[in-house]
């Protein structure tokens, strides 16, 4: 069911099938998150999309969390119900809906522009600006 919705939405989309994975010990592969979360579920390497584990990409060493993808919304609910809490490697797991980025603390700049020095470029210059203002309006 899920995989129909892999690359498309919209900016707020939550994947159904996507959980994200906290406080993983650093030393934590892929296949051992899978193997993990599969065996404490009880269920078949089947039901998993994919894993992934996310690494810094300056040092190469994990971050400590990472995100699962099953292949059925109602997998995603088990994981969060029966992988949250347990133990990995001596650290408490936690599993929760995977969420898109918060958008409130984003800065935006405006850049100034120069002066037009021809007729083209005034005209750009001036759609430009009446498009921006109208996207303020819609927010």
Known sequence: VCLEHHGVGTKRFVDPCKVFVGN????????????FVLSTMGQSRLVLHSSKVIYDWKTGKSKGYGFLVFTDPIYATVCMEVVNGKLLED?????????KK???????LKKKRKAAN??????????????????????
């Open 118 to 139: 021809t007729d083209e470029e005034a005209a750009i210059m001036s759609a430009l600006e009446e498009a921006e203002s109208n996207e303020e309006e819609e927010d």
């Open 102 to 108: 918060d958008q409130e603390n984003q800065l935006y």
């Open 24 to 35: 993983l010990p650093f030393t934590t592969t892929e296949e051992e998150l899978s193997r």
């Open 91 to 99: 650290r408490v797991v936690t599993v929760d809906q995977g969420k």
